[in-house]
């Protein structure tokens, strides 16, 4: 029955419209949201319900419909791989947790999780650092090694600053421009699918 009477506050809150309720409140008329203390903090706390949903969510400017940071197209190529040698299960969950990550803007997540996927996939090219399959496998062409020594080069090192870097008296925040290396991680990803078809 409260909940009821709740929701029922809460539309009547709703034809009123978030300005009109908000003023009230903050003038303290209690023309429309009443004069008692329950009515007044209901009032407020539907305020702060519809100001959290108007809220955009951090490190996403597009829709939840917008682009991932990792295609689900690439993801799925990595499901239907099968191998007597290896088990993909890992590197999903990492390009999963890399896309919910970015959804969110938890930048330091996405350095640490790119660092993860760097560590994890060089035996994939018979190697057992991601430095050698940067500087030696040459499969890809060489626009591929091109983009290997990059992902090596800046987003290791971008990675293992926010992961090792001990506290300091002064910081600055990662942003997605700083951690962003969604295409060339889509290009490790390509040739782990083509050459695990």
């Known amino acids: 029955m409260e909940h009821q009477q709740r929701s029922a506050r809460f539309a009547c809150l709703e034809r009123l419209g978030l300005d009109l309720v908000k003023s009230d409140l903050l003038e303290g008329r209690f023309r429309w949201v009443g004069c008692t203390m329950d009515q007044q ?23 939840k419909n917008g682009p991932l940071f990792i295609a689900e197209s690439r993801i799925d190529e990595l499901r239907k791989l ?15 947790e890399l896309n ?6 938890n930048y330091y997540a996405m350095a640490m999780l790119t660092r993860g996927v760097l560590d994890h996939v060089p035996p994939l090219f018979g190697y057992t650092t991601f430095a050698q399959v940067a500087n030696n ?5 060489r626009s591929f090694k091109e983009t290997m020594q990059h992902l090596e080069g800046a987003a290791r090192k971008i990675s293992d600053g926010h ?27 390509s040739e782990i699918v083509r050459i695990m078809k």
């Open 41 to 63: 903090e209901e009032a407020w706390e539907w305020i702060r319900m519809k100001e959290a949903q108007a809220t955009p969510r951090v490190g996403r400017d597009d829709s």
């Open 82 to 96: 099968v191998s007597p040698d290896f088990d993909f299960q890992k590197l999903i969950r990492l390009c999963e």
């Open 163 to 189: 992961l090792h870097m001990p506290i300091r008296n002064s910081e600055t925040l990662p942003t997605l421009q700083q951690v962003n290396c969604g295409a060339q991680l889509d290009a490790l990803l």
């Open 137 to 141: 496998y040459g499969s890809g062409g």
């Open 100 to 105: 919910s990550s970015y959804e969110s803007g």
